[in-house]
């Protein structure tokens, strides 16, 4: 079960900023990308943590009657990632130790099967 992340930076710009006296900008339209591969477990966790137990992520014919290939990734366990591959294009020395993500904007441009790996 495979997942690609990326960050598509849509509307205002991403902020980042650290305790160190250095700061940056990804700008609209920069795109950042990582690989994730999501087990039945991550997406079974994340269901029980977020109470969302639609059958979109569990079942594969309710999926393909939705209109689907296959299960979905839920979207907020994509996202939940974000802070990872933002601070995995950073190194220390560019934006600091101790990066974090003040405010951004999000919006899915894709869906996310189980078992695919997507570009998003």
Do not use: C
């Amino acid at each position: 079960m495979f997942g690609r992340s990326s960050v598509l930076a849509k509307g205002s710009s991403l902020r980042y900023f650290s305790s160190s006296s250095s700061s940056g900008v990804l700008k609209i339209g920069d795109v950042l990308r990582q690989t994730r591969t999501f087990s039945n477990d991550d997406v079974g966790q994340y269901s029980k943590l977020s109470h969302d137990v639609n059958p979109l992520h569990f079942d594969s014919e309710s999926a393909r009657a939705a209109g689907f290939e296959d299960r979905l990734v839920h979207g907020l366990l994509v996202a939940s990632l974000f802070p990872w591959i933002i601070s995995s294009h950073f190194n220390e020395k560019t934006v600091g130790k101790g990066t974090i993500v003040l405010d951004d904007q999000v919006r899915l441009l894709a869906k996310y099967l189980l078992k695919r790996i997507h570009g998003f």
